[in-house]
């Protein structure tokens, strides 16, 4: 495997310098080229795992800048944005609650009735997935709050990290987060860029109820047994349960201060629309707030402990995000989709599914 994932790498690091060193064609420009080379080698690295995600990520923050493929501001564009400051706090919270002890006594207190059928666990882990969706809009961020959490579930259930019911309890909440999140209008960004654009452009004003009804039969429940029924077959595990001490001890003091800062954070993400404050900065608040003085459960010491790779990776999938759109690489990937798709006036269905097949390769090489 790890020659393969080489031969792979080797090969977008080749396809890369082609493009690159290719002249543009007839209405592309020679800094579109140079982006395209570098979303080629980018993406590329990832999808073969060669190297770890954050350096790739460091990988495009140089070349960006060496090749001048797109300004500083462009590039660097993803340590601006809420998001990559929610993906920060998300991470420090993760490391707090794990290191507390307070995902263990969270895990127990909602999935150690249901430990003792996998089919079940995996079935009540979507469930909780798609109630947090109502109440924390970002995905990133239930994403950070549960996998802790999940963690603890996993050791309950006596499976080793890595084992397959490991990653099987991972891969339903992850899916779940982000793919029923997609039916409850503020449980993401995107969502409500869609909102934005579709009053904007069209003065389509969506409402929330209805929103919830039209979408949340299909890709809310339906999306969810899916999920279920693909990670128990994909994934088949059997639990094998952790005694677990009858009587449970008093929270500790840290546990205690950890559990009200993690309530204020999502009291304070579920009413974002009566104050007004992003997510990022709520998560920013929440994981300083674990290091302060008195009020904190971590020692400063304890920062060099967080895991900061996925910080720099989302950066980094948020700068090439911008890079592919202000260098027009977007709009000549687009209108070649266009061409090769093209849409026709009264063939809804078809439209449909062209739309769908350009989206989805959209989403190969840009964020949401």
């Excluded at 007839?26 to 570098?38: D, E, K, P, R, S």
């Excluded at 979408?215 to 094998?240: D, H």
């Excluded at 910080?311 to 759109?325: E, H, N, R, S």
Aim: charged fraction near 10%.
């Amino acid at each position: 495997m790890p020659r393969l994932s080489s031969f792979f790498a080797a090969l977008v690091c080749v396809g890369a310098t082609v493009i690159f060193l290719l002249p543009p064609p007839q209405g592309i420009t020679v800094t579109t080229m140079h982006a395209a080379a570098l979303l080629v080698f980018t993406v590329g690295l990832w999808a073969s795992g060669t190297l770890p995600e954050h350096i790739t990520g460091f990988l495009f923050f140089l070349l960006a800048m060496v090749l001048a493929v797109a300004p500083p501001q462009i590039v660097f564009s993803g340590f601006a944005s809420a998001t990559l400051w929610l993906v920060l706090g998300g991470l420090i919270l993760a490391e707090a609650v794990h290191r507390t002890g307070l995902a263990q006594r969270i895990a127990g207190a909602l999935f150690d009735r249901y430990t003792r059928s996998y089919r079940q666990l995996i079935a009540a882990i979507v469930v909780v997935s798609i109630a947090l969706a109502f109440f924390m809009p970002a995905t990133v961020g239930r994403v950070l709050l549960l996998i802790p959490i999940l963690t603890a579930v996993a050791q309950r259930a006596g499976f080793e990290r890595g084992s397959t019911g490991y990653n099987g309890i991972c891969l339903a909440a992850i899916m779940t987060t982000y793919q029923c999140g997609t039916a409850i209008l503020p449980a993401n960004a995107p969502n409500l860029v869609l909102a934005g654009t579709a009053e904007t452009l069209y003065g389509v004003q969506l409402i929330y109820a209805e929103y919830l009804w039209v979408q949340f039969p299909v890709l809310g429940i339906l999306k969810g047994l899916a999920i279920i029924a693909f990670v128990c077959w994909l994934f088949r595990a059997e639990v094998r349960p952790v005694a677990v001490p009858h009587e449970t001890p008093p929270l500790t003091p840290e546990q205690q201060r950890m559990a009200v800062i993690l309530i204020a954070a999502l009291a304070l993400w579920s009413t974002d629309f009566l104050h007004g404050i992003k997510a990022g900065w709520i998560a920013l608040a929440a994981g300083t707030a674990c290091f302060m003085p008195r009020i904190g459960v971590m020692p400063f010491s304890t920062f060099n402990s967080v895991n900061f790779g996925p910080y720099f990776y989302v950066g980094a999938t948020l700068g090439l995000g911008l890079t592919v759109q202000q260098s027009g690489l977007s709009e000549a990937l687009g209108t070649i989709l266009e061409g090769v798709f093209p849409l026709t006036a009264g063939a809804d269905f078809g439209n449909f599914v062209t739309m769908s097949l350009i989206a989805t390769v959209a989403g190969l090489f840009t964020t949401n």
